[in-house]
């Protein structure tokens, strides 16, 4: 072999070193995945296409021409404003830009980011062929059955409260919000309940702080418990709704039997004896594995560190904060999740059960 033939293929080697470490870096993916996109031939017009997101249902409206997106319009009413909403304002001109329906999840919105893909996506495939087109008429007519299933369950909630005979009275119950404990001050008379005071000092003052204001009148309102939660603070208004019901239930005369139950859920973390040490554990949250880490002393729990870094750091980052003391509090894994974050909570119950049974 000649040194220039030597020399050509030590040329070729680096080459493909070179494509092997490109191909390795995320920006050339989504080239990759552009140039996919423009080999997709769509038949030109709008399509609409939904999913779930993490209020509600997310929309997508999009419009495409024969060479490609056009544009999205995306819509998501019962998202959080300032988290999901702003969310869905970024991605709309991203997934034009993209051309395809996969693009980068906003940082903290992960749930309503990727309904909008998945949204998108459905919408896409429509225009493509893959699926058949979803009629605007029949989406507009799902929407109106879905309301009026709720409206329907509303007025059979509120026919059965009048059914219902309380104790007249002041009652209180609590529930864990988005930042913290809500409480609820129930006043109810023989006819029914008179007034609902909500407090949250550690809700967000403008999403769930706003949303407590509104929903004691709805308490009023509906004469029970179940009324609709406020668009963008679903969790907030699953604790008052969820401290509402506690208070009533107090009302019907059905406290003794609860704090039966939670002096029997208490009493057995008190029969179990662990061995002192640091324990380990894991459980499957929302986005990935939670992980525990128990430290135990002669007294019990002492402490109770929870981390999951592919959990969103809003909602089930700080639930897991605040999981730490629950556990700590209730000696024992048998503790309530944090409201709005279950897939979170349940895997930290599963990380922490999973390190006591090795203290045992």
């Known amino acids: 072999m000649t040194q220039k033939e030597k020399g050509y293929v030590g040329l070729g080697v680096m080459l493909v070193l070179a494509a092997g470490t490109v191909l390795g870096s995320e920006p050339l993916y989504k080239a990759i995945d552009s140039i996919a996109a423009g080999s997709v031939s769509y038949e030109a017009g709008t399509y609409t296409g939904t999913a779930q997101g993490f209020g509600g249902t997310v929309t997508a409206t999009v419009t495409v021409t024969g060479s490609g997106i056009e544009s999205v319009e995306l819509k998501g009413d019962s998202e959080t404003p300032e988290i999901g909403g702003a969310a869905l304002e970024k991605l709309g001109p991203a997934f034009v830009e993209a051309g395809t329906s996969r693009v980068d999840a906003v940082a903290g919105a992960t749930i309503s980011s990727n309904a909008a893909m998945e949204a998108v996506g459905q919408a896409l495939d429509q225009a493509s062929g893959k699926i058949d087109v979803i009629p605007a008429a029949e989406t507009e007519a799902a929407k109106e059955t879905e309301k009026a299933e709720e409206t329907e369950e509303t007025e059979k909630a509120e026919e059965a409260a009048k059914d219902v005979s309380y104790v007249p009275g002041t009652y209180t119950g609590s529930a864990q919000g988005f930042g913290g404990t809500v409480t609820a001050t129930v006043t109810v008379t023989d006819a029914g309940i008179e007034s609902v005071e909500l407090k949250g000092d550690d809700e967000t003052p403008e999403i769930g702080g706003a949303a407590l204001e509104k929903l004691g ?75 525990a880490v128990v430290t135990i002393t002669d007294a019990g729990i002492e402490s109770v560190e929870l981390t999951g870094d592919d959990e969103t750091p809003e909602l089930g980052g700080a639930a897991l904060e605040k999981l730490q003391d629950m556990f700590v509090s209730a000696q024992s894994a048998d503790i309530d999740g944090v409201s709005g974050c279950t897939l979170t909570s349940d895997g930290a119950i599963e990380a922490v059960q999973a390190a006591l049974a090795q203290a045992q």
């Not at 699953?238 to 107090?250: C, M, R, S, Y």
């Open 217 to 291: 009148s709805a308490f009023v309102e509906a004469g029970t418990a179940k009324v609709d939660a406020v668009a963008g603070a679903t969790i907030s208004s699953d604790a008052a709704i969820e401290a509402v019901g506690q208070a009533l239930k107090e009302a019907l005369g059905e406290a003794d039997a609860k704090a039966d139950t939670q002096k029997e859920a208490q009493a057995a973390p008190a029969d179990v004896s662990y061995k002192a040490g640091t324990y380990e554990g894991s459980g499957k949250g929302f986005g990935g594995d939670v992980k």
